[in-house]
């Protein structure tokens, strides 16, 4: 990898691109390859084959991905794999065709089962049934992990995957219906503090445990595993860091100062109740994440509620 490296960044406006752009930006890499999804419909194989002819990247972070919380893997079920297989396919796929020498396809802790052991092994993925809930998502990032695996097999190709557990950070989605838990939770205790609202609902019993880790370590790790991982096997990505649900609304409240109270709406579903990646592989390689869950969430609430903060 040099600083000169044309380095394509699929998915460069949501969440990860965007913090694997910065990162590489601080570091000195200046050649990268950037296109929204209006000038590159990543599920168009035409169009992507066209660009990598023209475009030839020798290294590409594949961050493009349809994501979205609990509610909306749950409902928007045939796009989560539609769209998540196309872009896989099709940006992969050309990657081998024209000569892409380093590929990173990112994944998600979700490819593990249900009821796997915690915490969670890169040998457990396809020992059991997945949850339900995100099972397309989850379906489509195990495509992923094969074709990297598969072209590596086939072609020789060095594609290699990373598995981050569930994230946060700047450019989050704050959309209450498709958002994740943590801004989910941060935009509703900020919103009910400035309208005096006496009470924020949680989904689910507030028992299941995440572990949530910031972007900026997550883009960390990823720069790291392109200049010195080339093996088969994917790579877990985690903080080590795990709270339950209730733990993590409660944290949240005191940093958006919300003074009224919590209300755990049963109604809406938990999830998988434990998802703690083992990131003992990645460790030993002599990476570790660097952000706690506090200073990380402080650091997104000043960044996304700043302009709401200053009209409070
Ligand atoms: O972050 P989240 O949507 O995704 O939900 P998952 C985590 C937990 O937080 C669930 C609870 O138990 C939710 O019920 N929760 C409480 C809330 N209040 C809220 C709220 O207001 N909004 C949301 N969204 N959740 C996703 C997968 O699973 O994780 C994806 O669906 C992906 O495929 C992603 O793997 C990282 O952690 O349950």
Redesign the pocket.
Known sequence: MQFDSRIYIAGHRGMVGSAIVRKLKSEGYHNLILRTSDELDLRNQDQVQEFFKREKPELVFLAAAK?????A?NTYRADFLYDNLMIEANVIHAAYRYGVTKLLFLG???IYPKNAPQPLKEEYLLTAPLES??EP??IAKIAGIKLCESYRRQYGCNFISAMPT??YGPNDNYD?QN????P??MR?MHEARVSGATQVE???SGR?L?EFMHVDDLADALLFLMKHYDDELFVNVGSGEEVS?AELASLIKGIVGFEGELVFNTE?????MR?LMDSTRLASMGWKAGISLTAGIENVYRYHFSVLNSVD
């Open positions: 994501v979205g919380g609990i509610l893997n998600s802790s979700c809930t995100n998502y989850a569930n994230l209450l958002a994740h838990v943590l989910a939770l509703k949680i989904w689910g299941p995440r649900i809406k579903p938990d999830g998988t998802k």
